[in-house]
């Protein structure tokens, strides 16, 4: 059946104004992120999670593809759109010219398809950074993870690593980039905490560490304090959670938390559609991210 929805006129009150939720109301500080990353025409990864995330914290987004994709590669057939480095250039300077990307507040990267993009990504950091010297950059270092290991080139993880790790303020590595990144072997928290110690400066969050019996840990790094918080470990997760966890914790720090409220706020967020999301083949974004937003931190152990 097709359904055709006409728009109708309304009479409104000239003062009439939405009243948001108390939660909402907490997210009046709105920022403008640069999101570079992979987009899928169908399921939530890549920007197709980043984005709706942070918008729905009331965050605006200039979205850039590093590919499209029909889909991930979870399933059997995927249609690959393959977005050049010189591509890239042509939108950069289209949002450039036009005056966009005069006042971002942060950038968050994803997948990168070649050590070209890694290059100009690295040259944009530092153009952004001439006008906006407080610009803060989340990477997220999507390189590989258990058990398939590294899915990328190692030329291009060697990119990754030597020009981008160096000029971010924010890492989101898991458990198997943390390990590949630092060439030590990451089994458990400590582990985590040790290898993730020395990026003074800046900000780390290791994600998927193995805690123990049936659990998996968030570890913090920065420049404030070392923390740690611990969540239940769920088998056959749709794919898609690191590029959200990335997006929660960036949005809440736009959102003027402090780093162990924002880890606190985004681990609790992505629990919160994981378990709305066991047994589907996608994360059930749409129908849980408000929840995941505003879910709340109480019992939440932090260390």
Not at 156 to 170: G, K, M, Q, S, T
Not at 234 to 256: I, K, N, S, Y
């Amino acid at each position: 059946m097709l359904w055709v929805i006409c728009a109708s006129s309304l009479a409104i009150p000239v003062n009439w104004r939405p009243q948001l939720p108390t939660w909402e109301r907490t997210f009046q500080l709105m920022g403008r992120v640069l999101a570079i990353s992979s987009y899928v025409a169908f399921g939530h990864v890549g920007l197709a999670a980043v984005v709706p995330a942070l918008q729905a914290m009331h965050h605006q987004v200039i979205a850039v593809p590093t590919v499209v994709l029909s889909n991930h590669y979870g399933y059997p057939h995927v249609g690959d759109c393959g977005v050049s480095a010189n591509n890239m250039v042509a939108i950069l300077n289209g949002l450039r010219n036009n005056g966009w990307l005069n006042e971002i507040d942060a950038v968050i990267t994803g997948y990168l398809p070649s050590t070209d993009h890694v290059a100009i990504i690295a040259e944009e950091i530092d153009l952004l950074r001439v006008t906006t010297p407080e610009l803060r950059y989340l990477c997220d270092p999507v390189l590989g993870d258990d058990p398939e290991g590294l899915y990328v080139s190692k030329a291009l993880a060697d990119a990754v690593c030597e020009e981008l790790l160096p000029i971010a303020d924010i890492m989101t590595p898991n458990r198997f980039e943390l390990s590949w990144l630092t060439d030590t072997e990451v089994s458990g928290p400590d582990d985590a905490a040790l290898a993730i110690r020395d990026h003074k400066g800046r900000l780390v969050v290791a994600t998927s560490i193995p805690a123990g019996d049936g659990l998996i840990a968030n570890c913090l790094s920065g420049t404030e304090h070392q923390s740690r918080i611990v969540t239940r470990h769920h088998d056959a997760v749709p794919h898609g959670t690191g590029d959200l966890f990335a997006a929660l914790l960036l949005g809440h720090l736009l959102a003027g938390r402090d780093t162990a409220d924002a880890l606190a706020r985004a681990t609790v967020g992505i629990r919160t559609v994981i378990e709305a999301s066991l047994g589907a083949e996608e994360l059930r974004l749409v129908d849980t991210i408000q929840d995941a937003i505003a879910a709340e931190t109480a019992g939440v152990t932090s260390t």
